[in-house]
């Protein structure tokens, strides 16, 4: 069920901002176990497939270069990834939301686009 709800929410997105122009994601390469890398493919094939369904382009950046991006290491701490967040003027409420918007800056530089990231 899982997989059918995050299918369901992709939708409910795409018709809250129907001028999606690219899907970013974290790439894991090393799960933490069968299960977690289990439910990673899943989420993976709804995610490819709902992306190719609606012709959307998708990009999966790895965690290590994300970080090397926002802090210049690659392997930074999550405090290290919120305070590296809060120069840039935002305010995270936890590691994953400044993970988020790390990424979404990162997006931003490698596909040219002069787009603001909401404060």
């Known amino acids: 069920m899982r997989f059918l709800r995050f299918k369901r929410w992709l939708t409910e997105m795409k018709q809250c901002t129907p001028l999606i122009e690219l899907v970013v994601f974290e790439e894991v390469r090393r ?15 709804q ?6 369904h ?4 998708y990009q999966g950046i790895p965690v290590g270069t994300i970080k090397k991006h926002a802090t210049g290491r690659g392997n930074a701490s ?16 936890d590691d994953n ?3 988020a918007i790390a990424l979404a800056y990162l997006a931003r530089e490698l596909n040219g686009s002069t787009k603001e990231i909401a404060q």
């Open 78 to 93: 999550k405090e290290e990834m919120i305070d590296a967040i809060r120069s840039k003027g935002h305010h995270p409420t």
């Open 54 to 57: 609606h012709q959307i382009p």
């Open 47 to 52: 995610l490819t497939a709902w992306c190719e």
């Open 97 to 99: 939301e400044a993970d």
């Open 31 to 45: 799960h933490a176990g069968v299960d977690a890398a289990h439910a990673y493919g899943g989420f993976m094939g």
